[in-house]
T-cell receptor, first 113, second 115 residues
Framework: NAGVTQTPKFQVLKTGQSMTLQCAQD?????MSWYRQDPGMGLRLIHY???????DQGEVPNGYNVSRSTTEDFPLRLLSAAPSQTSVYFC????????????FGPGTRLTVL | AQSVTQLDSQVPVFEEAPVELRCNYS??????LFWYVQYPNQGLQLLLK??????LVKGINGFEAEFNKSQTSFHLRKPSVHISDTAEYFC?????????????FGKGTKLTVNP
């Protein structure tokens, strides 16, 4: 099993550009989520999904869109990148039941100039 | 809603010294508790978890944590640290809140082990 994979590992964007961060998992997990990690802020939940076709907002959803057409994939879209979105982004997945032990991808480091 | 407080943002220690990283949580219902570790430039991996049963939980790399319900704490300990334990450690909680599957994280504690 590859677990949770994320691409790309690094990305530099200019303000106003759009891009999609890819996330895939091969563990048949129903629950998938996106976090951003900023110094001193811990991990903050952006969006999450409890299954194909179902998504919901987390703590910091503004500026990000998600969709979930398959169980395996959960891409995160930045429609118009801003410098405030410079961060490290982590995707995670788990079974849709407590205790909700989440498995994390290796992260994408995004810089917006 | 539940919340997690990690009381120390940075903890410097010398190699072979003991260490305790503190975590307190708040929740109106029973909880499940986790410690994750993040080595430099890597993702998060599970260190240990408390689901039920014994309040002393042992994890990987010689770490252990004790669940204290009365003090709503889940402190992480290691009797003798190594240079390789230098990392950021995150405490997290999930709870049965009517179907919510969210995992709430603390802001992290950076452990630096010095020679």
């Amino acid at each position: 099993n590859a677990g949770v994979t994320q691409t790309p590992k690094f990305q530099v964007l200019k303000t106003g550009q759009s891009m999609t961060l890819q996330c895939a998992q091969d563990m048949n997990h129903e629950y998938m989520s996106w976090y951003r990690q900023d110094p001193g802020m811990g991990l903050r939940l952006i969006h999450y999904s409890v299954g194909a076709g179902i998504t919901d907002q987390g703590e910091v959803p503004n500026g990000y869109n998600v969709s979930r057409s398959t169980t395996e994939d959960f891409p995160l879209r930045l429609l118009s990148a801003a410098p405030s979105q410079t961060s490290v982004y982590f995707c995670a997945s788990s079974y849709r039941r407590l205790p909700n032990e989440q498995f994390f991808g290796p992260g994408t480091r995004l810089t917006v100039l | 809603a539940q919340s997690v407080t990690q009381l120390d943002s940075q903890v410097p220690v010398f190699e072979e010294a003991p260490v305790e990283l503190r975590c307190n949580y708040s929740s109106s219902v029973s909880v499940y508790l986790f410690w994750y570790v993040q080595y430099p430039n890597q993702g998060l991996q599970l260190l240990l978890k408390y689901l039920s049963g014994s309040t002393l939980v042992k994890g990987i790399n010689g770490f252990e944590a004790e669940f204290n319900k009365s003090q709503t704490s889940f402190h992480l300990r290691k009797p003798s640290v190594h240079i390789s334990d230098t990392a950021e450690y995150f405490c997290a909680v999930s709870a049965n809140l009517g179907g919510s599957e969210k995992l709430v994280f603390g802001k992290g504690t950076k452990l630096t082990v010095n020679p």
